[in-house]
């Protein structure tokens, strides 16, 4: 004959498996809780973004394209971080504005 387990058995059961579950979602949350505070690491170790930028011209020969704010959605993957007296001095060279953000006005340059 075949003995079917008992109730307490199969609660035994249910507890192990249970358990089980538990365990893995506590290692999920866990898991979660690290990538959280290692971004928030990530996010606090970033530089701050710089206040001006310049973005460079296709080889390195070529002059400077443009002049923008930091932050400027209209600056290319080729710009780099400038500082306030490097922004106004090209401008003063020639190298134009962004029309979008407009450096110039936040400078308080007045060309010519």
């Known amino acids: 004959m075949h003995d079917s387990p008992s109730r307490i058995d199969l609660l035994r059961f249910l507890e192990r498996v249970q358990l089980a579950d538990l365990d893995r979602t506590r290692r999920w949350i866990a898991d979660e809780e690290r990538k959280a505070a290692e971004k928030l690491r990530g996010e606090q170790a970033r530089p701050p973004a710089p206040d001006w930028l ?59």
């Open 54 to 112: 310049l973005e460079m011209g296709l080889n390195r020969e070529a002059p400077p394209n443009m002049v923008h704010v930091g932050g400027c959605h209209m600056a290319g993957k080729r710009s780099r971080g400038i500082g306030r007296a490097d922004a106004l001095r090209w401008l003063a060279e020639g190298i134009p504005a962004c029309s979008h953000c407009r450096p110039d006005s936040e400078l308080g340059y007045l060309d010519g």
